[in-house]
């Protein structure tokens, strides 16, 4: 492992020089904007109050996480640096989420080149199209596919950490995960998002290593504010603190990871070490693209997401969205464009080794307005169709949803202006409820996949196959002004329905110029190609007459985002934490 960069200690003069002074951020701040307040009715939600800092920020899905990465800016660490501590910290105080044992999306920004990394987990060698099918060649129950070591992907978040701390890191390795270390030895008080997740979910307490960590012997779990602590995790980041991924990907942590898959008792897995050592990062090209006077740049396939969200911005570029407030009519064209967005996804996204995505075409601008042209002001078009983008090499066919309802997002802007969105995740909630002897939860990533191989007599794009990674619709998003400059850092959990969270946020940001914590709090609405929704309790449960009289079939539903959203401004920073979950947008 290369262990690029200097301890802390040697760092803290050169911190407080630079904690001084707002030179170091200003050449990326970008254009001065007023920030509008919150849209009249269109602010129940929140609890929280917008965030400003002059030097750096980090927002996460967690306070104790976000703080732990808070402390590495302020000791001079870049934005890649508080990413690895904040990770590997939610690892221990947001396990349901994300952890070594998920895999994630990483966007940077250097002030002169945006890179996305992609660490996304892959199916085992001995993988197969039909892993999902029951004896009766029917797709498996969704719980009963997750729950076990059979979607459980190959972990790629520790490698993606090193690999980001390689090129962009500052603070020595070992001093990245020692505040995790520290927690997992000393404890921290389980917050009541935790408590409240473990209590619902039933599957959790089958393993016996979740239960002895997470629940009393009466099987309820440890109350709010309970000390936990997690030894054998201590043991393991000392191990990756020493040895980096390497101490992952082979050796006793491996054997664990390998050793809890296989040996389900009910639903075991196929990986084997080989399957942990062959792992790689992939670099990928961002799919950036155009909207109004700004540059939008996210990450591309495997992920769905970057894709999508240009697709919803680039059609509703022609509405005068600035003058339509959040109500039935701007949920009209958003859920129109929406319809249409996941009628591509659906058809031509998938792994990028094994179809070949017509990413130019799907985000071009010719194109775009032919999909536009369908959207009517007035009537609901039902259920859209895939398009026919250019560029298009092959025919590429259909796949099932996703869902990454275990996930978290992280947005970081450093004194120097570098930023990192990363959306990081195990899946499901607590993944696939295996714990590892060696203190972290394991991802069902595989599940991802397309439980169907053959779709209309054809194979399914998002099939699962050998080492392949399944499609993502996690969509870290950096956005620029028109002189170049870098203006926002957004992100969210939130499986399929993260593309709709992320554009709405940007809709609310870039047309309505709310500040960043108005932006996430906004209520969440949208379409998957299927029913328009809306969040449940929320003022847009008001707004589903007007939709009902265009044409619409609605759903109000639960809609948890975890939104974490930064503005970059010659005055400094603003920040915002979706109030739905407990983290916090916080700076030096």
């Not at 104790?64 to 105080?93: H, K, M, P, Y």
């Not at 379409?527 to 589903?544: H, L």
Request: proline share 8%; with cysteine.
């Amino acid at each position: 492992m290369k262990n690029s960069g200097r301890p802390i200690a040697f760092l803290a003069p050169f911190a407080a020089a630079c904690m001084a002074s707002l030179a170091a951020l200003t050449p990326c701040g970008a254009a001065a904007q007023a920030l509008a307040p919150a849209p009249e009715g269109a602010t129940g939600r929140s609890t929280k109050t917008v965030e400003h800092s002059g030097r750096d920020m980090v927002a996460a899905a967690n306070p104790i996480a976000a703080e732990e990465g808070r402390r590495i800016l302020a000791a001079g660490g870049s934005a890649v640096d508080a990413a690895i501590t904040v990770q590997f910290v939610l690892n221990l105080v947001e396990p349901q989420s994300s952890g070594i044992g998920g895999g994630a999306f990483l966007l940077h920004w250097d002030g002169r080149e945006v890179v996305s990394l992609d660490g996304r987990e892959t199916a085992p060698a001995a993988a197969k199209p039909d892993r999902f099918l029951g004896p009766d060649g029917k797709p498996m129950e969704f719980l009963a596919a997750v729950v076990g070591g059979r979607s459980v992907g190959v972990p790629g978040v520790v490698r993606l950490l090193e690999a980001a701390h390689e090129r962009w890191g500052r603070i020595a390795w070992p001093d990245l995960i020692a505040p995790a270390i520290r927690l997992a030895e000393e404890g921290f008080p389980i917050s009541p998002r935790l408590h409240g997740l473990l209590a619902q979910d039933d599957s959790l307490r089958s393993d016996p290593l979740a239960k002895e960590l997470f629940y009393r012997d009466d099987g309820t779990p440890k109350p709010v504010g309970t000390i936990l602590r997690n030894p054998a995790l201590a043991k393991t980041l000392r191990a990756l603190a020493a040895g980096g991924s390497a101490a992952f990907y082979s050796g006793d942590i491996a054997q664990d990871v390998v050793t809890a898959v296989t040996s389900h008792p009910t639903n075991p897995g196929d990986m084997t070490l080989e399957d942990l050592r062959a792992y790689t990062v992939e670099e990928r090209s961002p799919v950036c693209g155009p909207y109004r006077s700004y540059r939008i740049c996210g990450m591309g396939p495997p992920s769905s997401g970057g894709i999508a969200v240009q697709q919803i911005l680039g059609m509703l570029e022609r509405f005068d969205l600035p003058t339509i407030p959040p109500g039935p009519d701007f949920v009209h064209l958003f859920s129109e464009a929406g319809r249409l967005a996941f009628a591509d996804r659906a058809l031509y996204v998938a792994d990028p080794a094994y179809v070949q995505v017509p990413v130019r075409g799907l985000i071009d601008k010719e194109y775009l307005a032919t999909r536009s042209a369908l959207i009517s002001p007035d009537r609901s078009m039902g259920r859209a169709q895939p398009g026919d983008p250019p560029f298009r090499k092959t025919f590429l066919w259909g796949a099932s949803d996703d869902a990454e309802f275990g996930t978290s997002h992280i947005s970081i802007v450093d004194r120097e202006g570098r930023a990192v969105a990363m959306t990081t995740t195990i899946e499901s909630g607590f993944g696939a409820r295996v714990m590892t002897r060696s203190g972290f939860l394991l991802n069902n990533e595989l599940t991802d996949f397309a439980f169907e191989p053959i779709e209309d007599g054809k194979p399914a794009a998002n099939r699962v196959e050998p080492g392949k990674r399944p499609r993502s619709s996690m969509a870290p998003t950096l956005v620029f002004d028109e002189d170049g400059r870098l203006y926002a850092v957004v992100g969210s959990p939130g499986g399929s329905m993260i593309i709709n969270f992320v554009a709405k946020t940007l809709f609310a940001l870039l047309d309505w110029k709310l500040d960043p914590q108005v932006a996430v709090d906004l209520p969440n609405v949208g379409s998957r190609n299927g029913p328009t929704e809306v969040e449940r309790g929320t003022e847009a449960e008001a707004w589903i007459p007007g939709l009902e009289a265009k044409g619409h079939a609605v759903r109000a539903i639960d809609m948890t985002s975890g939104l974490q959203a930064i503005l970059v401004g010659p005055d400094g920073l603003t920040g915002g934490a979706d109030s739905r979950r407990e983290g916090v947008a916080i700076g030096n």
